[in-house]
């Protein structure tokens, strides 16, 4: 596997791991109920599983940096936007 990918797919991981948790706070906090957020969690969960896989083996790099890009924006709104 080239470096490039375990890098790509390492900052992307990180970034997915705050954003599941960020997004499990607000469920809760808006809807006060632990199922509700455990489910958006699984979701959140699956989509960057999925996301990470194809990361790791096929996408191109261009498509691979630019999630990592776009994940890494999105949790810094979402932080200083809180």
């Not at 900052?11 to 948790?21: I, M, T």
């Amino acid at each position: 596997m080239e470096t490039w990918r375990i890098i790509a797919t390492a900052l992307f991981a990180a970034a997915q791991l705050a954003l599941v948790l960020f997004v499990m706070a607000n469920v809760r906090e808006r809807t006060d109920s632990g199922g509700k957020a455990a489910a958006a969690g699984a979701v959140v969960l699956a989509a960057s599983l999925i996301v990470g896989v194809l990361m790791a083996t096929v996408l191109a790099p261009w498509l691979a940096w630019s999630f990592v890009v776009v994940a890494g924006v999105t949790v810094t709104v979402m932080v200083l936007a809180s």
